[in-house]
């Protein structure tokens, strides 16, 4: 492998890692300010703010008459965002950082199993074959590992109680 592939895997772990921060540090501006929906909204402002600034000092040119021209279904992504940020604001911190990032990841590897398969927004459909069938497998029993489901959950009212 190249030494550009593992700079991109790095960063992609790293990205990764920053997921479960994300969802604790916008539950508890959930907590403070009206709930997971109003957290979701910040945490989406916040960051349209940073990326409009970067835009602003790289000078990106932007070509909003290409827009007009593509598909409706193009502007899925940031309703798809909304809807993934304002879900994990809302059950990290009933499920813990942790079981909630490896169900979101196995849902992840599920559904890209079945886009891949079919060919979705491809040329062309990939092959889903056993060993990465079995790879799906064994991301299930990790997050089953994780979510140690036969163990006792701690209260959420202990849990906010402790962390004030």
């Known amino acids: 492998m190249s030494g550009n592939a593992w700079w991109m895997m790095g960063l992609a772990i790293l990205v990764g890692a920053m997921l479960p921060l994300q969802g604790l540090v916008n539950a508890k501006l959930g907590t403070q300010i009206g709930g997971p929906i109003v957290a979701a909204f910040v945490s989406f402002l916040v960051g349209s703010i940073a990326l409009g600034v970067y835009l602003l000092l790289a000078r990106h040119q932007i070509d909003l008459g290409a ?98």
Request: net charge positive; proline share 6%.
């Open 67 to 164: 827009a007009g021209s593509m598909p409706a279904w193009v502007w899925l992504g940031g309703l798809l965002g909304a809807v993934y940020v304002a879900v994990v604001t809302l059950l990290i911190p009933r499920l813990g950082p942790a079981t909630m990032m490896c169900l979101v990841i196995f849902g992840q590897v599920v559904a890209a199993l079945l886009l891949d398969k079919f060919g979705v927004l491809q040329s062309a459909p990939r092959t889903v074959d056993a060993v990465r069938i079995l790879g799906a497998a064994l991301v299930l029993a990790g997050v089953v590992l994780v979510a140690a489901p036969w163990r006792s959950v701690p209260s959420t009212t202990s849990h906010s109680t402790r962390a004030r």
